[in-house]
């Protein structure tokens, strides 16, 4: 069915204005056909890494049918054209528009676009707004961009720096609130309008906190690697060391091996030999736990769900949803 993957790059949210372009289903023959001719062409810069020759193939498909998954691709080259912030509000449009159109059949185009678009948090502040006393008339700005409805919900992407956040509406006046955020930082803002804001009451001050900047875990797994390495170099000392216990234990045994009536001056090899065996059997112990660990603080990193690890020198336990 690659004659439905058509698409519309209007750029950031514009997909929830009126739709100029047809959809797949409004479109006729030619249209369909122009626009698949450019998707095809936009696929193929792609794959071959020339992403601003993609990106206007992508853009002129759009300008004959609308659809998420060309949008998509559209997001996708801004990304790879290093433009976080034009990148993360088109995978917003792609979502948007698949809510419009229809949620059922672009379900994993709108999954896709969301986790895609989560890899470009760390590079980017985010405004988790929240708007008392909203109707129908009511517009939010982040940054000096309108965000729709359907988003209000979801992280909003903005330049790191002083960002401005303001809503309105004909009917129940203003607010607004400016903040300061650095890259991978989310500070979450209510607004208030209409009877929902007193007169005279402040705004409430913003809850500012620091994101992993959609990493994947990036600290665990970095944990994981020096855990890892921790146990490594404990495994190793204790093969060293018993190495070197062993070859005490050899030169005792050449020269008493009825281990009766031996010379005094074999006790002092025998402590040394003794010392080396303690060090090693540490050794082995911090390798064992460490090695563990780091297989532990691994796998949690890479999963989204609740996880809950222990590690002993026998045993090693992970449990939690995946």
Excluded at 112 to 130: D, Y
Excluded at 161 to 182: K, N
Excluded at 193 to 216: C, M, R, Y
Excluded at 231 to 237: D, E, I, K, M
Aim: glycine share 12%; aromatic share 4%; proline share 5%.
């Amino acid at each position: 069915m690659l004659g439905l993957l058509l698409g519309l790059p209007l750029g950031p949210f514009g997909p929830t204005t009126a739709l100029a372009q047809p959809t797949v289903d409004e479109a006729s023959e030619e249209e369909k056909n122009s626009a698949r001719e450019h998707y095809h062409l936009g696929a193929e810069a792609y794959r071959e890494e020339r992403y601003q020759e993609a990106l206007e193939a992508f853009g002129a498909s759009g300008k004959f049918v609308v659809s998420p998954n060309t949008q998509l691709m559209h997001a996708r080259c801004l990304r790879a054209l290093d433009k976080p912030l034009e990148a993360y509000h088109s995978f917003g449009d792609v979502i948007a528009l698949a809510e419009r159109l229809d949620p059922a059949k672009y379900a994993d185009t709108a999954a896709t676009a969301r986790e895609e678009r989560s890899t470009l948090e760390g590079r980017l502040a985010l405004i988790a707004a929240k708007v008392k006393g909203a109707g129908d008339g009511t517009k939010l700005m982040v940054g000096g961009i309108e965000i729709p409805h359907v988003l209000w919900g979801e992280p909003i992407a903005a330049r790191p720096g002083e960002i401005r956040i303001e809503v309105s509406d004909p009917e129940r006046g203003e607010d607004s609130a400016t903040v300061e955020l650095a890259a991978g930082m989310t500070a979450a803002i209510t607004l208030e309008l209409g009877e929902a804001k007193a007169p005279g009451q402040p705004a409430p001050a913003p809850v500012i906190t620091q994101s992993d900047g959609g990493n994947g875990g990036g600290g665990l797994r970095i944990a994981a690697y020096v855990s890892a390495g921790v146990g490594l170099a404990g495994l190793a000392a204790f093969g060293i060391l018993g190495s070197m216990s062993q070859s005490k234990f050899d030169d005792l045994e050449a020269q008493c091996s009825s281990r009766t009536d031996c010379s005094p001056e074999l006790r002092d090899t025998a402590d040394s030999g003794a010392t080396q065996q303690t060090f090693a059997n540490v050794g082995l112990g911090v390798g064992v736990v460490g090695v563990a660990a780091g297989v532990v603080l691994f796998l949690i990193s890479g999963s989204d769900g609740d996880v809950e690890a222990s590690a002993g020198l026998n045993s090693m336990q992970l449990k939690g949803r995946f």
